[in-house]
C-alpha cells in the first residue's frame, strides 16, 4: 500500500517537533531498583492545552525503558504512591508465576503505600512490556505502562535502537484532562475505549532525526486500551524480524501494513531511502487514510550506501514447536456485546439474564461464564500440547493475550505460524493456537481491549 504525499501531511504538523524517548535503564542485578507508580503531569496534547494529569512510572508515561542482557535477572521494587491498589505484570515474558503481577490470580494487589518486590530472569531476547494489572482499564489508560527491552548477545547492526510505543487517550477536548468515565456501557459493550488523542511516547508529533541509508531497529508496542494500530512506512523501507517479541525465521519485506492489536508488538529494521531535507514516516491508517504517527526529519545524507538485507535474529530456546497429533483440544466461545446473540449466562455463581448481565455492567461470555471462576478453562500437565479453539461469535475483534507461554497459530492448510502471546480475532472469526503447556502455574488468558476484560472477558488455564 503506497500514499501520496498529500495523504501523509494530512497532518504534516506533526512533523519536527523535538524528540522526548523514555528514559532507559538497564536492570541492576544486586538490588531492587524504586519504580514508583505516581501521580504527575505532562504536556500531551499539544502546546497550547494545559498539562495531562496522568498516573506514571517514575512520574513518567511511558514508564522507564527497562532493559536487560538476554538471560539477565530484572529486580525492582514496585512502590505504590497511588490512591488504588495496583500490581505490575511482565506481559509477553515467560516468567515465574508468582511473578506475573495479576492481582486476584497470582498475588495481591499491592495496596496504596506499599510495595512489592519483583524478581525474575529475562530468558528470551525481544521487546516486551510493562504495565499495571489491577484495575487495567482505569490504570492503563492513565499511563501506567513502559517497555521492557531484552537484548540479544548479538543484536542487528543498526544505527539506533528505538521504542515506539503507541496509544490513544480519550481526553476532554476543552482542558485535555482524560475522561473519567471506565465504566462506560457503552464502551464495554462496544468496541472498547477508544481515544480521540494518538500519541507515539506519550508525545504529540513525535519526530526522530535521522540520516538517509541509516538502518533503525523500532520496536512497537501497542498499549492501547482498545484501539487496533494499522501500520504503513513511507520513505522508510524495511523488515519485520519479530512479533511479540518471538524472532519470525526469515525477516518479512514490509510491503502492505503492519496490523498490531493492543498488546502486541512488532520489531522492524528500517532503512531510510528518503532524500536529505525530506521527511519519513510511520504512517498510520484510518479507514484507508494515512496520518502521521511518528515522523523522521532526514537531516543529512550518511557517508555509506544502503545495507544488504538483514539475516534474521537468531531464535530463543526453549520453543519447540507442539505436537499437533497428541494435542488436547480445548475450546472457547466468545459471546455477548453489542449486536450480539447472548440471552443469559453465569455470573457470581447465577445465571443471569441478559438484561441483569446489563444492569451489572457486564457484557461478554466465555463458554456462557462472564469473569473469573474459582475453576480453570483447562487443567494441563507440565508440557502437554494444547489446540485451543477461539470461537469470536461476536460483533467486534477481541485480541486475546495469554500470560506466561507463547503460541502459534495453525493455518487453515494445518501449518504453524510464527510465536505470539496475543492473537487478534475479528468478529464471526475461528482461530485455533497450539502451544506446549511448560511453564507451571496459574496462567491468565484474557481480552487485551480492557473494557472487555473488565466487563467478562477473562479465564485462566493451570499448568501442573
Not at 47 to 71: K, L, N
Not at 295 to 311: E, H, L, Y
Request: hydrophobic share 40%; aromatic share 8%.
Amino acid at each position: 500500500m503506497t500514499y501520496s504525499r498529500r495523504d501523509i501531511l494530512k497532518i504534516g504538523a506533526a512533523a519536527g517537533f523535538a524528540s522526548t524517548a523514555p528514559s532507559n535503564l538497564f536492570a541492576q542485578s544486586n538490588s531492587a531498583v524504586p519504580l514508583t507508580a505516581r501521580e504527575a503531569s505532562l504536556q500531551l496534547a499539544p502546546p497550547d492545552y494545559p498539562q495531562t494529569a496522568i498516573w506514571g512510572f517514575d512520574g513518567s508515561m511511558p514508564g522507564p525503558v527497562i532493559r536487560v542482557r538476554q538471560g539477565g535477572r530484572v529486580t525492582r521494587r514496585l512502590v505504590n504512591e497511588l490512591p488504588q491498589a495496583t500490581s505490575l505484570h511482565w506481559h509477553g515474558v515467560r516468567i515465574d508465576n508468582a511473578m506475573d503481577g495479576v492481582a486476584g490470580l497470582t498475588q495481591e494487589a499491592v495496596a496504596p503505600a506499599a510495595s512489592f518486590d519483583i524478581d525474575f530472569v529475562a530468558p528470551d531476547a525481544g521487546t516486551y512490556w510493562y504495565h499495571a494489572h489491577n484495575r487495567s482499564v482505569e490504570q492503563v489508560a492513565r499511563g501506567l505502562y513502559g517497555a521492557l527491552v531484552v537484548e540479544e548477545p548479538e543484536g542487528p547492526d543498526v544505527y539506533r535502537d528505538e521504542v515506539l510505543i503507541l496509544d490513544d487517550w480519550l481526553l476532554n477536548p476543552d482542558t485535555a484532562q482524560i475522561d473519567p468515565d471506565f465504566t462506560s456501557r457503552h464502551d464495554r459493550s462496544h468496541a472498547g475505549r477508544v481515544g480521540n488523542f494518538i500519541a507515539t511516547n506519550g508525545q504529540y508529533g513525535h519526530s526522530l532525526d535521522v540520516r538517509r541509508h541509516e538502518r533503525l531497529r523500532l520496536r512497537l508496542v501497542n498499549a492501547a486500551n482498545a484501539r487496533i494500530f494499522e501500520l504503513a512506512l513511507a520513505g522508510l523501507e524495511g523488515w519485520v524480524m519479530a512479533l511479540d517479541g518471538m524472532p519470525l525465521e526469515a525477516p518479512q519485506p514490509v510491503s502492505d501494513t503492519v496490523l498490531l492489536g493492543p498488546g502486541q508488538r512488532a520489531d522492524l529494521l528500517v532503512d531510510v531511502v528518503a532524500e536529505q531535507g525530506e521527511t519519513a514516516y510511520l504512517v498510520r491508517v484510518d479507514n484507508g487514510e494515512g496520518f502521521v504517527q511518528s515522523a523522521f526529519p532526514v537531516i543529512a545524507a550518511s557517508s555509506g550506501a544502503r545495507r544488504d538485507a538483514p539475516q534474521a535474529l537468531p531464535p530463543n530456546a526453549n520453543m519447540a514447536r507442539p505436537d499437533l497429533s497428541q494435542a488436547r483440544h480445548v475450546r472457547l466461545h466468545m459471546g455477548g456485546g453489542a449486536m450480539g446473540r447472548l440471552q443469559s449466562a453465569q455470573f457470581n455463581g447465577e445465571r443471569r439474564t441478559f438484561r441483569q448481565l446489563v444492569d451489572a455492567n457486564q457484557f461478554w461470555a466465555f463458554n456462557d461464564v462472564i469473569g473469573m471462576t474459582d475453576d480453570p478453562l483447562a487443567v494441563l500437565a507440565r508440557d502437554e500440547p494444547v489446540r485451543l479453539e477461539i470461537v469470536n461469535d461476536t460483533s467486534f475483534p477481541h485480541a486475546m493475550h495469554l500470560h506466561g507461554m507463547h503460541f502459534r497459530e495453525i493455518a487453515a492448510d494445518g501449518t504453524l505460524g510464527p510465536l505470539r502471546d496475543t492473537v487478534l480475532t475479528f468478529g464471526g472469526e475461528t482461530r485455533e493456537i497450539a502451544f506446549s503447556a511448560h511453564n507451571p502455574g496459574d496462567w491468565l488468558f484474557h481480552c487485551h481491549m480492557l473494557s472487555h476484560a473488565a466487563s467478562g472477558m477473562t479465564t485462566w488455564v493451570r499448568v501442573t
